[in-house]
């Protein structure tokens, strides 16, 4: 089991979030909200408009998402999904846990693996950073699903 920390379309509420919910997929459990302790570059980006987590350590802001629990079988269903390691690179994070749900669980942070790119357009760096994703936020700017491309 590992724990993965999620920004964008796989949170709850979020139009990709079903992918986390199928048992065919593998298992992935709810654990609880947190945000990155290093600041990172949330931009949306694309013709898609699909949130991007740019591997840029110390710019942008301190991210909110959601922690879960995978096994080996949904991580390796949500590399293929996130198109790892081409489109988003798997990489190792500090989280610090915002909320927990249930007992035993940490006290300040954890590590999660979470898809963050270090591939992106030069231009991508001078979007808006956001703290946090909703595909129907005020920004403007709605996912396009992939069963819509």
Known sequence: MAHIFVYGTLKRGQPNHKVMLDPSHGSAVFQGRGCTVESFPLVIAGEHNIPWLLHVPGKGHCVEGEIYKVDEQMLRFLDDFEGCPSMYQRTALQV????????GGPVDSLQCFVYSTATYAPEWLHLPYHASYDSEGPHGLRYNPRENR
């Open 96 to 103: 610090r846990v915002l909320e927990w749900v249930g007992a």
